[in-house]
């Protein structure tokens, strides 16, 4: 690492580096101790580094924070358990992997059910520690992995679902897939610990280093007019370019992120940067080039501040930009028109170009399970079972059934609306909405999110009633702490949580996903909530120009201040 200082600020922040570090240089390239720990019977957990290297495995150590208390009466430990996140670049799974994750989801984990997250994956919740080998075990039978989904990596790379020009799918996707290979650590501790893979004696990261990456990292290839996964929330965006159908290149984004700390005016969410267009050719070489500058001048002093979005305003976006140009031995091209309309997803039948259907079905919060009167993770497996094309998870949380041919439309449909999955009647608003998991399973929710949501937007809807606005809808995500996991620094109405039962209302994020809203109120609780938004809907049917969305009103009324530079505007 260097030592030089830009003009800007210092390319390395000297100091003395988080412990994070620390771990990762004695991990024996992310192997630990985890392999003792499996097998220790006194804990259900994993103790020491093994509870933060385990996340570069794909798993997060969790309990059931429900039943914590109790359990603490009783002088027992917390119920440990992890989930796994799965590693599908682009989302895509077949019938024959489906059917192996919900047998695993419904025979070994706590609560039975698959979650569908904004990272365009699965996860499961619950595992217990004897069944934790057996989960990687299964999924490498059927070719799925967790490498990488979470710690100090680049994570699943995303990629548009169900474009407009879906001819472009196809090439989108293989370019996803390429480059999440290409990031991928290369140290074999994955198959070593847990697919009995033969021990290898030493390790080379050639891209990500031997200390790995500074912080998490997030990387996506989007389709325009698409937004669908919300590019401004990841490091890394390759924005796809066609002529005259044809794939010829992408458009750079670096430097996204949502996440921030309540009180730490130091931390903020951030728009990406667009650096230019380059030619398919040099896309694996540009991927690399940003994440080896993120590795190397990234914050180790200060985790809070050492995502790439903090990179890119200490050392400044040209510096930046020319040393990705530099590594890459490329110079950027003006960056290509493109517009992003909106990101939500095409729900119901699309035709795509080859003739085939896709049936894009609505899956609140992403969660999978067979809930009373709406058995919604039974009907998935029974159209896996009968499904000739493949499923495709989306980056906001729903499903869609792709592939399907005309003679086969009738009964995919049938047994959508057979098993609850296909709704005529699910409002606009509903569609729009998201949380992350927080309460009971996530060990950093201050509020709850997914638990929260459905009610909070059946009172939303009756709002909508109230000033006859039912085909309408605004876009509202809640997180249950500042993290971003449910991208709620996107959204026109963002609730964040902050304790139990009191959230931060920002306000003013666009349909295209390309602004940051701006804090409202601060530390409301449910019944504030519901009242500020009734408000702010009558000022908006009485005030907007046609066609407004909530939004844009706020902002062009000032009600809330246009964020336009995060890192002097956010916490103005």
């Not at 109790?70 to 670049?89: I, S």
Request: glycine fraction near 8%; hydrophobic fraction near 35%.
């Amino acid at each position: 690492m260097t030592t030089t200082n830009d003009q800007n600020g210092p390319l390395v922040v000297e100091g003395k580096l988080a412990d994070n570090e620390r771990l990762k240089r004695e991990s024996n390239f992310l192997r630990g101790t985890i392999e003792q720990d499996l097998s220790d019977p006194v804990t259900g957990g994993f103790t020491a580094d093994n509870f933060q290297l385990i996340r570069f495995h794909g798993m997060y150590q969790q309990d059931d924070r429900d039943i914590r208390g109790e359990r603490t009466k009783q002088k027992l430990e917390p119920l440990h358990n992890v989930m796994l996140r799965a590693r599908m670049p682009g989302g895509i799974i077949t019938p024959k992997q489906w059917l192996a994750i919900d047998k695993f989801a419904a025979d070994k984990t706590m609560y039975g059910s698959i979650r569908l997250t904004t990272r365009q994956t699965f996860q499961f919740h619950g595992v217990l520690k004897p069944n934790i080998k057996l989960m990687h075990q299964t999924l490498n039978s059927i070719g799925i992995d967790s490498i990488a989904t979470a710690g100090d990596v680049n994570r699943n790379v995303l990629c548009t679902t169900n474009p407009v020009e879906s001819e472009l799918h196809l090439e989108a996707y293989e370019w996803a897939k390429k480059i999440s290979e290409h990031l991928l650590p290369k140290t074999k501790a994955y198959a070593e610990i847990w697919l009995n893979g033969e021990k290898a004696e030493s390790t080379e990261e050639p891209i990500l280093g031997s200390n790995y990456l500074p912080r998490k990292f997030k990387t996506t290839v989007v389709i325009p007019p698409q937004n669908d996964v919300d590019v401004h929330a990841n490091d890394l965006n390759f924005v796809a370019i066609a002529d005259n159908g044809k794939l010829v290149g992408f458009n750079v984004l670096v430097g996204g992120g949502l996440a921030m700390t309540h009180g730490d005016k130091s931390t903020y969410p951030r728009r990406a940067d667009d650096f230019g267009f380059v030619p398919l050719a040099n896309v694996l070489d540009v991927a690399a080039a940003v994440v080896t500058t993120q590795r190397d001048w990234g914050n180790r002093v200060n985790r809070k501040n050492a995502k790439t979005k903090y990179t890119l305003d200490r050392v400044g976006i040209d510096t930046f930009k020319a040393e990705v140009e530099k590594r890459a031995g490329i110079a950027f091209e003006e960056s290509r028109p493109y517009e992003f309309t909106d990101r939500g997803d095409r729900l119901g039948w699309v035709e795509g170009f080859d003739g085939k259907h896709h049936l894009a079905l609505f899956i609140e919060n992403g969660r999978l399970l067979d809930f009373p009167n709406k058995p919604l993770k039974t009907g998935v497996a029974e159209i896996a079972k009968v499904h000739k094309g493949d499923f495709r998870m989306t980056a906001n949380q729903n499903l869609i059934i792709a592939g399907v041919a005309e003679e086969d439309k009738a009964q995919i449909e049938q047994l959508a609306r057979e098993y609850g999955l296909l709704d005529d009647g699910v409002s606009e608003q509903r569609k729009n909405s998201m949380a992350c998991v927080a309460f009971p399973t996530c060990p950093l929710a201050m509020a709850e999110a997914e638990r929260y949501l459905p009610g909070l937007v059946t009172d939303v809807e009756k709002i909508f009633e109230k000033y006859y606005m039912q085909d309408e809808s605004i876009i509202l995500r809640v997180t249950g702490c500042p993290n971003g996991c449910g991208r709620a620094m996107l959204a026109e109405i963002g609730l964040v949580g902050k304790g139990p039962g009191k959230y931060n209302m920002y306000l003013g994020g666009n349909l295209a996903g390309t602004r940051i809203p701006a804090l409202f109120k601060e530390n409301i609780d449910e019944k504030t909530i519901l009242k500020e938004i009734d408000g702010l809907v009558a000022h908006w049917v009485s005030g907007r120009r046609e066609g407004e969305a909530f939004g844009d009103y706020v902002v062009r009324k000032e009600i809330v201040r246009e964020i336009k530079v995060s890192k002097r505007d956010f916490h103005d």
